[in-house]
């Protein structure tokens, strides 16, 4: 419930309506361990400005072994293509049954949905990745910095203020 009123009043901000809210509290959207604070209290920063940043060790690792699987499912899904259009050509010369032919198709379909998946989790962890950076969503003054590097980020209940950014003065 905090976050869409955070990201309303930072959409608020952004488009000029500085009296919409005097303060946004920031978080980041992914779990973690706080490594480093870029910005100190009184300290005026731009849009998209690096606030802070999570250790980003378990999420490459993620990234990674996402990468991995999604290469996997490609050679898989090539082999699957391939063995379709082996099928295909036996059974158009009437050397292989319907049931091989099937079979082939419905490993192909199964390998590209595997591909699908993978390629899914390939692009969230990408994207979890680039939201362990905690970047001004508009020009401010950094108020208060609650997070310091060792605090641990918990995204899934109610995620720690580590940033409290104003549209105005300190």
């Known amino acids: 419930m905090m976050k869409r009123f955070v990201l309303v009043a930072a959409g608020l901000l952004a488009a000029g309506y500085a009296g919409a809210a005097d303060r946004v509290e920031l978080t980041t959207r992914v779990s973690g361990v706080v490594a480093e604070v870029r910005v100190k209290p009184g300290e005026r920063v731009g849009k998209g400005r690096v606030l802070l940043r999570l250790d980003t060790t378990v999420l490459q ?5 996402a990468a991995a699987e ?15 259009g082996r099928a295909r050509e036996l059974y158009e010369r009437t050397v292989s049954s319907t049931t091989e032919l099937d079979a082939a198709v419905l490993r192909d379909a199964r390998a590209k949905a595997t591909l699908a998946a993978a390629q899914a989790r390939h692009a969230v962890a990408k994207k979890d ?14 108020q208060a910095v609650p997070g310091q590097p060792g605090t641990v980020v918990s995204a899934d209940c109610q995620p720690k203020t580590l940033v409290i950014l104003g549209a105005g003065r300190p």
Do not use: T
């Not at 690792?61 to 072994?65: G, H, S, T, Y």
């Open 61 to 65: 690792a993620r990234l990674d072994e």
């Open 70 to 84: 999604s290469m996997r499912a490609e050679a898989d899904a090539a082999d699957a293509a391939r063995e379709l």
């Open 129 to 142: 990745l680039a939201d362990a950076e905690l970047r001004a969503p508009f020009a401010g003054v950094v």
